[in-house]
C-alpha cells in the first residue's frame, strides 16, 4: 500500500489544533497601517490570532497589559538591542539585507510580502520547536 | 491624588483605545454609542447582544453545510456569510468583518480549504470580541457604581 503523502486538508487541520490546544498568538510590529491591516489577514488565514502595534514601545506595552505572543512578526525596525523569548520573525524589502537582520538578533528573515506560504512554513516550526 | 474613578475612567479610555488599534472596531462602533442616551442606556449592549447571537446561528449554519463532504452547497454558504457580513458591518466589527469578505471570495471560487479554515477564524474572532467587549461593559458598570461618569473616548 503506498504511504500517502500528507494533504494540505492534513497539514491544515495539525495547525488547527495547535491553535486551540496552545492558542498561537502572532504579533506584528509595523508602522503602516495598510501593512498591519495586510498582515492580520494573512495570519488569520494561517489560523493564528493576531495583535498589532505600531512600534517596539507599544509591542512592550501590550505585553505588560498582560498579553503574551508565540511569535513576533517585525518589520524595518528590527535593532540589536532586542531582547524577546518569543521567536521573532524580520521582514526585510531585499535578500541581502537578510545578513543584516539576523545579527540584530532575529531567529528567522523573510523577504517581504508575507504570503500565506511563508506562514505556514513558520508555523510548521514554531510547532517543531515547541 | 488619583481617585478610583479616575484610575476605572483611564482604564477604560486606554481599553477602548486598544479595541481600536487591534481592528477589532471601527467607526461604525462609535456611531452605535452615539445612539445611546439616557433613554436608552443599553442600547450598544442590545445590539451587539443580537449580533452574537446572530454569529452563533450562522456559524452553525456554515459549518454544517461545510460537513456535507462531497455535496458541499456552496450557495447556502455564500448567503449566510452575506449575512454575516452585514451585520457585523453595522456594529462596526471590523475584523469580523474582514473575515467574511475572504469567506466570501472562497465560497466563491468554491476553495472547500480555504472555507473552513476560515470559519473557524471567524469563530475565534467573534467570540474574542463577544468577551472584549464584556471586559468593556463591565468597566463601565465600575466605573457607575463609583459614581463617576463614563467617559467620552476619542480616537
Not at chain 1, 4 to 15: A, I, P, Q, V, Y
Not at chain 2, 77 to 106: I, N
Amino acid at each position: 500500500m503506498r504511504k500517502k503523502k500528507e494533504s494540505r486538508g492534513d497539514k491544515m487541520e495539525k495547525n488547527m489544533s495547535m491553535i486551540y490546544k496552545k492558542k498561537l498568538t502572532v504579533l506584528i510590529v509595523d508602522d503602516d497601517q495598510s501593512r498591519r491591516t495586510l498582515h492580520l489577514g494573512i495570519i488569520q488565514m494561517a489560523g493564528a490570532f493576531a495583535y498589532m502595534a505600531r512600534n517596539a514601545e507599544e509591542a512592550v506595552n501590550l505585553h505588560r497589559n498582560g498579553d503574551s505572543f508565540n511569535l513576533i512578526i517585525i518589520d524595518n525596525q528590527w535593532s540589536s538591542h532586542m531582547k524577546v523569548t518569543s521567536m521573532i520573525v524580520g521582514m526585510t524589502s531585499r535578500e541581502d539585507e537578510n545578513r543584516a537582520c539576523m545579527e540584530a538578533g532575529v531567529d528567522h528573515c523573510l523577504v517581504k510580502p508575507l504570503t500565506f506560504g511563508k506562514m505556514a512554513s513558520i508555523i510548521d516550526q514554531l510547532k517543531c520547536s515547541s | 491624588m488619583d481617585t478610583l474613578i479616575a484610575q476605572l475612567q483611564r482604564q477604560f479610555r486606554d481599553y477602548t483605545i486598544s479595541l481600536y488599534h487591534q481592528g477589532f472596531l471601527d467607526d461604525q462602533f462609535t456611531e452605535l454609542k452615539k445612539l445611546q442616551d439616557e433613554c436608552s442606556p443599553d442600547f450598544v449592549a442590545e445590539v451587539v447582544t443580537l449580533f452574537f447571537e446572530d454569529c452563533e446561528k450562522l456559524i452553525s449554519n456554515m459549518a454544517r453545510a461545510l460537513d456535507q463532504t462531497g455535496n458541499v452547497d456552496f450557495k447556502l454558504v455564500g448567503s449566510s456569510v452575506h449575512q454575516l457580513k452585514g451585520s457585523s458591518s453595522s456594529v462596526g466589527a471590523k475584523r469580523v468583518k474582514g473575515l467574511c469578505v475572504t469567506l466570501k471570495e472562497c465560497c466563491d471560487s468554491q476553495n472547500f480549504e480555504g472555507c473552513v479554515r476560515c470559519l473557524q477564524q471567524v469563530d475565534i474572532e467573534y467570540k474574542t470580541l463577544k468577551a472584549k467587549l464584556q471586559d468593556l461593559f463591565n468597566l463601565e458598570q465600575q466605573i457607575v457604581q463609583a459614581g463617576g461618569r463614563i467617559p467620552q473616548v476619542d480616537i
